[in-house]
């Protein structure tokens, strides 16, 4: 590989950190009203019952599983949570993977800086059209932890 073109592949590596910065950013952004639900309204309440699990008149264990009980709604959310941005991001990382094919593919069959630019343009697509499912993941969070806009 000669310096043009070393230099053209940095270049667009730049270019394609920048952009998986993006979705990071995006997702962040769609997600920080469901954390502070999480972190506040959630929390908030779980620290409310466990406060009330502490009664003289209980049993260590009784105190231990009330405060469990208590912590459900927390865990269940972030659970929840957790499990819908990893199917996002195995989604974009499929998609990745597919551009990152195709473009081994095309290296083999013409020059590099086209397939160099074939690559950026693939994960550029893919990269926002993830970023365009990020409203229907929040949709979907946010009926299944009942919170209303």
């Given at each position: ?52 699990c502490f009664d003289r008149r ?57 397939a160099m630019n074939d690559m ?30």
């Open positions: 590989m000669n310096s043009i073109a070393a230099a053209e592949e940095q270049i667009v590596t730049e270019r394609l950190r920048r952009k998986l910065n993006e979705v990071n950013a995006a997702a962040q952004s769609h997600l920080s009203g469901i954390q502070d639900h999480i972190n506040f309204t959630l929390q908030q309440a779980y620290f409310k019952c466990a406060y009330e209980r049993r260590q264990e009784e105190i231990s599983s009330c405060v469990e009980h208590c912590s459900v709604p927390v865990l269940t959310a972030q659970n929840l949570v957790e499990a819908e941005m990893a199917k996002f991001q195995e989604r974009l990382q499929r998609s990745l993977m597919v551009c990152q094919d195709k473009y081994e593919a095309r290296k083999l069959q013409m020059g590099q800086s086209n950026e343009s693939c994960v550029n697509q893919s990269i926002d059209e993830s970023i365009k499912t990020l409203p229907h993941v929040l949709g979907k969070l946010k009926s299944s932890l009942g919170i209303n806009d």
